[in-house]
């Protein structure tokens, strides 16, 4: 059974960074697309970043685009999700996602219903 979990999260002022990794076993990242996503209280879950571990494709929402660089670490079977210049909208709990399908485009990357293993996710509060 894949299990990815999480870690990385916290409080942190605006303009600050954060770098969550997504630690992933019983399986090789390299046969999956791994992806961020995250949810802030009272909405849906939102894609952020995804990664083709096989090609090192990516795939970034125009919103973090410039600030956020997802990365993977297929020795250590880790994905990395580095978050700089962070604003107080991107307080959400951060999810990090397994789909089978080996692709990174918008279409994969943005629906949630296109990963199938899923971690329990780390809180991230952006604020002063």
């Known amino acids: 059974q894949v299990q990815l979990v999480e870690s990385g999260g916290g409080l942190v002022q605006p303009g600050g960074s954060l770098r969550l990794s997504c630690a992933a076993s019983?399986?090789?990242?390299?046969?999956?697309?791994i992806g961020w996503f995250r949810q802030a209280p009272g909405k849906g879950r939102e894609g952020v970043s995804c990664?083709?571990?096989?090609?090192?494709?990516?795939y970034d929402t125009d919103s973090v685009k410039g600030r956020f660089t997802i990365s993977t670490d297929n020795a250590k079977n880790t994905v990395y999700l580095q978050m700089n210049s962070l604003k107080p909208k991107n307080t959400a709990t951060y999810y990090c996602?397994?789909?089978?399908?080996?692709?990174?485009?918008?279409?994969?990357?943005?629906?949630?219903?296109?990963?199938?293993?899923w971690g329990q996710g780390t809180q991230v509060t952006v604020s002063s």
């Open positions: 019983r399986f090789t990242l390299e046969h999956y697309t």
């Open positions: 996602a397994a789909g089978a399908r080996i692709t990174t485009n918008q279409a994969m990357c943005s629906n949630p219903w296109n990963f199938g293993s």
């Open positions: 990664i083709s571990s096989s090609d090192g494709t990516t």
